[in-house]
């Protein structure tokens, strides 16, 4: 591919951030055999699409977007259409959270549409949609299809389904999956029971911090309910085999009150919130008090099937609670490594 086209779909936090990076790739590897020309950027109420697939500006795009009065193209008929009419290869990067494009990823994909995106959505949704999207995919029986890569879906930037991958790829046997799959969780848990000193603050009073700086979605019961770390469960274990058909077809431990969680606002569940301190300061002391800490994990046994989401006690000197701020961490237990865990750890 000498020239490759860029749709890209989404410019939230994600998006923005992958437009920049996109924009000084292009701007620093200009003598590059491969040019790269973005052609479509787009929010769910406007867009900018390049009509003679001529490279958009992108310093320029999220101004232009802003006042675009040129609708989204619609999936999957008017987007075939107009990949279709590119004069090369087309990736679609998906910088959504959204189910209903997530849908489309099949369709674009046996039409010859690359996709690259952090959307769990896909892949975390009804294992049908799973099974549909990889066998739409190129691979040795389908050379027409497109690549799709979603390596963001689980740890952000880090390299957790690539070493997944590469683990089964060559041979090994994974046995089992643990670790702190949301930067959000965390973050409170390092926070509230951190390793070492002792932190006097009241998990309503940490959850409202993490949402004043950002860590938590604006709704903190987004994250609070383990469905975000449930669904990255779920494609790690397809990925290691097991046939989990939704990520809510095993015990998920959520943190939110029942009578919270019909709450009318974010700011009326977490006023509500610190009339239920008292039971996670009581498992706070309880793990303390034999040497331990408590941490919100995912946990995966390849062996017998098992997967949940939750929390657990921790020996103060595991890497799991010696964790801090917002930072990830997954252990792969595999035949090859033994007991000691092979573990990838960094920002998520």
Same mark, same amino acid.
Not at 60 to 69: I, K, Y
Not at 185 to 188: E, H, I, N, R, T
Not at 340 to 348: D, E, Y
């Given at each position: 591919m000498t020239k490759v086209y860029i *749709? @890209? @779909? =989404?410019? =939230?936090g994600v998006g923005k951030e992958f437009l920049k990076q996109l924009s000084n790739y292009i701007t620093s590897n200009r003598s590059a055999p491969h040019i790269l020309i973005p052609i479509v950027v787009s929010r769910s109420s406007a867009a900018v699409v390049s009509q003679d697939y001529s490279p958009i500006f992108l310093p320029?795009? /999220?101004? !232009? /977007? *802003? &006042?675009?009065?040129t609708n989204p193209l619609s999936f999957p008929d008017e987007a075939l259409s107009y990949f279709r009419g590119a004069p090369g290869e087309v990736i679609l990067v998906d910088n959504t959270s959204d189910e209903k494009l997530a849908a489309h990823y099949p369709a674009l994909l046996k039409n010859g549409v690359h996709i690259a995106t952090p959307n769990k959505k896909g892949f975390s949704s009804d294992i049908t949609l799973w099974d549909s999207i990889f066998a739409s995919a190129r691979g040795p029986s389908n050379l027409g299809g497109g690549y799709v890569f979603h390596e963001a879906t689980v =740890? *952000? +930037?880090?390299?957790?389904l690539s070493t997944l991958r590469e683990l089964i790829e060559t041979g090994d046997k994974v046995k089992k999956i643990e670790g702190i799959f949301s930067g959000t969780?965390?973050?409170?848990f390092n926070t509230f029971a951190p390793v070492g000193s002792g932190s006097s603050a009241r998990f309503s009073e940490v959850v409202v911090k993490a949402r004043d700086l950002g860590y938590t979605e604006p709704d903190?019961? #987004? #994250?609070? !309910? +383990?469905?975000?770390?449930? &669904?990255k469960l779920t494609i790690l274990a397809r990925l290691s085999g097991l046939n989990v058909r939704t990520p809510t077809s095993f015990p998920i431990q959520t943190l939110i009150p029942k009578p919270l969680e019909s709450a009318a606002s974010a700011d009326e569940f977490l006023q509500g919130l610190g009339d239920y301190d008292t039971a996670m300061d009581e498992l706070k002391r309880d793990a303390e008090a034999i040497g331990k800490t408590i &941490?919100?994990?995912g946990k995966l046994d390849v062996e017998s099937g098992h997967v949940e989401v939750g929390l657990h006690t921790f020996n103060t000197s595991s890497p799991i609670a010696g964790l801090k701020g917002s930072d990830n961490i997954i252990s792969f237990y595999t035949e090859r490594y033994g007991d !000691?865990?092979? @573990?990838?750890? +960094?920002?998520?």
């Open positions: *749709a @890209i @779909i =989404g410019v =939230g320029s795009a /999220l101004d !232009n /977007l *802003a &006042r675009s009065t =740890g *952000a +930037g880090l390299p957790v969780m965390s973050f409170l903190p019961r #987004d #994250d609070l !309910n +383990g469905l975000d770390v449930a &669904r &941490r919100y994990v !000691n865990a092979l @573990i990838v750890q +960094g920002a998520g």
